[in-house]
């Protein structure tokens, strides 16, 4: 997806209309990352509900 | 002594061939030899190979787990909690594997709808215990283990006792209440912890030793939260994540060097995208 420059993790999340509080944990370019973290170009954001079935 | 004479007619029962450097017993046999002398096929199997005898069982294993290795499974300790989807592979995995004993929680009966995923869970299991299904299994599978049951669903106050007589719990849970409590206990006690944690056709897998990050995150909020609650679970995804989990339990035990820690291993069957993220 196209955005900004200097946006971070949370403006995608706002984007995508996510409620933020279902956001449990997020990966930039497989590193833990938060919602402030700032993003580049080609990043890959991954961010996670809360999961714990088995 | 009484072994002396049990691991003698061992030796006279074993056999040997150019593909292994050890000679090998089958099953049948040794449980014989232990019945006569009086000695738990628990006992027996390490007795056997602290001797450099193999179980002929474990002969495929070898190449990956010698004799050492071997060895440290029969003589390992862990702990499943929950024995639904991935508690029962991981159950079944490690008996083939050779872990010698485990110490089994759960306090769910099998339902109809477990049986898309519960390997333990069939039509004459059904509204039986879990852990009734896991002992039998045990015994028709590997006969050399030993199974601790606590029919149970585990609170706090349970934990500290029965990690402190294993090498290693694992995480087998189903929901995330209680994975936080377990992995706080875990670091307490000084156990490693290996978890794993699945919903729809996604699942991820984590190793923790105390003071390690953790995935703690993932299970933060309420029951509902958890996207296994809409997503459902698929079989597939809860035996892949099983077998992680068991993989990276035979690593801790036979050289301590299991591969996730501080890591998390992702799966998503449906994009077949696998990815190990760093925590």
Redesign the interface.
Known sequence: MEIQPGSTVRDIIHNLKIPE??V??I?VN???ADTETVLHDHDRV?F??????? | MPWKSFVGDVVRASRSTDQYPFAFISGPELLQLAREHAVTPWQAQQLVLEKGINLERYLRNYSSIDLHMQLALARSKVLIV?A????GYVLEMLARLGVGTFLAADGDTFEESTLNRQLLGTMASLKKFKLDAAMDRLQLINPFTKLELFPEFLQAADLPDLLSRVDLVLD??????F?NTLLKAAHEAGCPLVT????GQ?G?ACTVYPGD?S?E?????SLE????QV?G?LSTI?GLIASIQSHEAVAIVTRNQPGLRNKVFLADLDKCFF?????
Do not use: H, M, N, Y
């Not at chain 1, 996670?48 to 088995?54: D, E, L, M, N, R």
């Open positions: 509080e279902e449990k944990i990966f497989g590193q833990s991954g996670f509900p809360a999961i714990g079935g088995g | 929950g639904g989807g991935l508690g087998c849970l189903g929901g995330i209440l994975r794993g944690f699945v919903a996604t991820l990050r995935p995150s993932f299970w933060q909020g939260q958890g996207a296994e997503l679970t809860v990815q190990t993220l760093d925590l």
